[in-house]
């Protein structure tokens, strides 16, 4: 509304300076329908170009009075420059009796109008992307965090990005694009019942986060994206998200982990965050785990901890349901999770061996 407002008055103020010189007898009215035709051009001019300019950050009117300062500041130089080159070209444009020649005059204020009207423009679309510094007043940057989380549909699903915020660990914006949005809705509105259920999740997670009073979420509309990135898949749209905002995406899909490191998009995994915050098994040490089913090894039983490390123990296919002490030979890392490999004590191993 700011910016359509904006633009109405660029129209309004162009067509009264071309007016008030018909009025004035500097032009003929004859070529009153000629000075409105090229108030309508330069508006949609100044417009197109403003238009093709990338999107901005955020708005806020404050910067109104700072683009205004610039624009005529800029203006009175051009116009000293101006002045200067037709008295050493043109004398006969010069000014008379300290008054400007009618052509000279409305090219100034034209001038004027549209480099005030850019000025006004960039300072409200870059705001907080820059610092202004005034005796006595400040105005900064006021988002939470350095960088903004922009949460993908699979971490939304997971449901832990929401213990994680409760903690209060997060002091960043959370982001939620409204394609990541309408593709959480189509999985809540699947025809597959497993799908749905997911999606019904997510949708929960998500009305937790805005209910929180600690966490600053933000639904954000689909910014203006070129031909190819809007025919992009939505993992992709959500790289070029992050990079235009320069935040950081919250997932816990391996592909689209993968992916953003070929495109220099940095990533939050869920799954790698959990992992890190397991305790550290050291080979040697010993612990209690209850056997649960066998594994793919002859003689080998699988448990797993309360945090879902899985456990695979040799010579405990035997000890199915039991719990018993196990002590560590070897941990293995992946991005799916974490392996810890062990064999019974010597005390277990001499126990009669129950049946399955």
Do not use: W
Not at 93 to 117: E, H, M, R, S, W
Not at 123 to 146: A, H, M, N
Not at 223 to 243: G, H, Y
């Amino acid at each position: 509304m700011l910016r359509l407002l904006l633009r109405l008055f660029l129209f309004l103020t162009l067509l009264a300076v071309c007016m008030t010189y018909v009025e004035r007898g500097n032009v003929l009215p004859e070529n009153r329908m000629a000075l409105i035709l090229l108030a309508v051009v330069l508006t949609a001019v100044v417009i197109v170009i403003d238009s093709s300019i990338a999107q901005k950050s955020l708005k806020a009117i404050s910067g109104l009075f700072f683009g205004l300062t610039g624009g005529l500041l800029i203006t009175y130089v051009v116009a000293m420059v101006l002045d200067l080159l037709i008295s050493a070209y043109r004398p006969d444009l010069a000014a008379i009796n300290g008054q400007d020649q009618p052509v000279v005059a409305i090219t100034k204020v034209i001038f004027g109008i549209v480099v005030c009207y850019f000025c006004v423009s960039f300072v409200l679309q870059t705001k907080d992307d820059i610092r202004f510094i005034i005796p006595y007043v400040e105005f900064s940057k006021q988002l939470k965090g350095q960088h903004p989380f922009i949460l993908d549909t699979s971490v939304i699903i997971d449901g832990r990005i929401v213990d994680i915020c409760e903690t209060g660990i997060v002091d960043s914006k959370l982001i939620v694009p409204r394609f990541i949005l309408n593709e959480l809705q189509a999985v809540a509105d699947s025809a597959d019942k497993l799908k749905r259920a997911r999606g019904r999740r997510g949708l929960d997670a998500l009305n937790k986060l805005q209910g929180s009073a600690n966490i600053d979420i933000e639904i954000m509309e689909t910014p203006t994206m070129s031909k190819t990135e809007a025919a992009e898949a939505v993992d992709l749209k959500l790289l070029t998200l992050a990079t235009h905002l320069n935040g950081l995406v919250v997932t816990n899909d391996y592909n689209l982990n993968k992916v953003a490191k070929i495109r220099n998009v940095r990533i939050i995994n869920i799954n790698d965050l959990a992992n890190a915050l397991k305790p550290v098994v050291l080979p040697g040490e010993g612990m209690m785990v209850k056997i649960i089913k066998p594994g793919e090894e002859s003689g080998q039983g699988v448990g797993y901890l309360d945090d879902g490390t899985m456990v695979v123990v040799d010579q405990a296919r035997g000890r199915i349901g039991d719990v018993v002490e196990v002590a560590v030979t070897s941990v293995l890392q992946t991005s799916a999770g974490r392996m810890i490999f062990g064999k019974l004590d010597a005390a277990n191993r001499q126990r009669p061996v129950q049946s399955a």
